[in-house]
């Protein structure tokens, strides 16, 4: 049985036509990233929006942290995808999104925060915090690190410093594992560490100044009165915590200017 193509070349061959080389799509539509991928975090982050006037601003406010200093590093996706637990459909919320970058700026993951829709808290699900991308050795990033870097867990607690430190570049680790494994910018010269007041804490904070010693890096651990931060920011205000603050800051980073003066 003859088919069409060959009818179709055999007339082109007749009628001395040249060949025709097959057109391609245009503008096809991109591969679909793998889940969790790198690729998947930065597609996310670039479908999401600045934060102001977004429930993420509602958010942070409501854990004292306003406003955000350096907020780039923040994104408000109105529906990201959240998988539930217990293997049910996927649902849509409206989440925070935070830019996991390494030391070159390079985007490597997105760490996930969903809301209450009016931003009054977190979303009512089992696990609202979720990472995904290359995260190990990287974070979410305030400010541009130098000589100086002040490096905890949580976004929130990292926050809770910059409202007090505007000036201080700050790295937001995302857990206690990863912030042991941070990579250290060469031109460090003092690495401030915020410790949360738990065994994971302390493991990470033992990990990492051993790794910035070998390093000559010199350390200094912030402590917290509470659990973390945020905590002591939310129980005792802004002036309070700068108060708390100041002593445990070497003399040459206040007297640049890291230290604001008092709100009150």
């Known amino acids: 049985m003859t088919s069409f193509g060959d009818v179709a070349e055999e007339a082109r061959r007749f009628l001395s036509l040249p060949q025709v080389a097959p057109v391609a799509a245009i503008n096809p539509a991109p591969?679909?990233?793998?889940?969790?991928?790198?690729?998947?975090a930065r597609r996310l982050i670039a479908m999401a929006q600045p934060i102001r006037g977004t429930p993420v601003e509602t958010y942070l406010?409501?854990?004292?942290?306003?406003?955000?200093?350096?907020?780039?590093?923040?994104?408000?996706?109105?529906?990201?995808?959240?998988?539930?637990?217990?293997?049910?459909?996927?649902?849509?919320?409206?989440?925070?999104?935070?830019?996991?970058?390494?030391?070159?700026?390079?985007?490597?993951?997105?760490h996930r925060t969903w809301l209450a829709p009016d931003g009054s808290g977190k979303a009512a699900?089992?696990?609202?915090?979720?990472?995904?991308?290359?995260?190990?050795?990287h974070a979410v990033r305030f400010g541009a690190a130098e000589d100086v870097?002040?490096?905890?867990?949580?976004?929130?607690?990292?926050?809770?410093?910059?409202?007090?430190?505007?000036?201080?570049?700050?790295?937001?680790?995302?857990?206690?594992g990863h912030m042991g494994a941070l990579e250290i910018p060469?031109?460090?010269?003092?690495?401030?560490?915020?410790r949360d007041a738990d065994a994971a804490g302390d493991k990470a904070v033992a990990a990492l100044t051993?790794?910035?010693?070998?390093?000559?890096?010199?350390?200094?651990?912030?402590?917290?009165?509470?659990?973390?931060f945020n905590d002591d920011l939310q129980a005792t205000g802004l002036d309070a915590l700068r108060a708390a603050l100041r002593p445990q800051l070497a003399?040459?980073?206040?007297?640049?200017?890291?230290?604001?003066?008092?709100?009150a």
């Open 125 to 137: 699900v089992t696990t609202p915090r979720r990472a995904m991308g290359n995260l190990l050795g």
């Open 61 to 110: 406010a409501g854990r004292c942290i306003l406003p955000v200093h350096d907020a780039g590093a923040l994104r408000y996706h109105p529906r990201c995808y959240y998988q539930p637990d217990d293997g049910t459909p996927a649902v849509r919320r409206p989440a925070m999104i935070g830019s996991v970058t390494d030391l070159r700026g390079r985007i490597t993951g997105a």
């Open 149 to 176: 870097l002040v490096v905890g867990e949580g976004i929130e607690t990292m926050l809770s410093l910059r409202a007090v430190l505007p000036e201080m570049p700050m790295a937001a680790a995302l857990s206690a």
């Open 210 to 228: 051993a790794r910035a010693v070998a390093a000559g890096i010199v350390v200094l651990v912030l402590s917290p009165q509470g659990g973390d």
């Open 31 to 40: 591969a679909r990233a793998a889940t969790g991928s790198p690729e998947a």
């Open 251 to 263: 003399p040459k980073d206040v007297e640049r200017g890291f230290q604001i003066t008092s709100t």
């Open 186 to 194: 060469r031109t460090l010269r003092r690495l401030y560490i915020a």
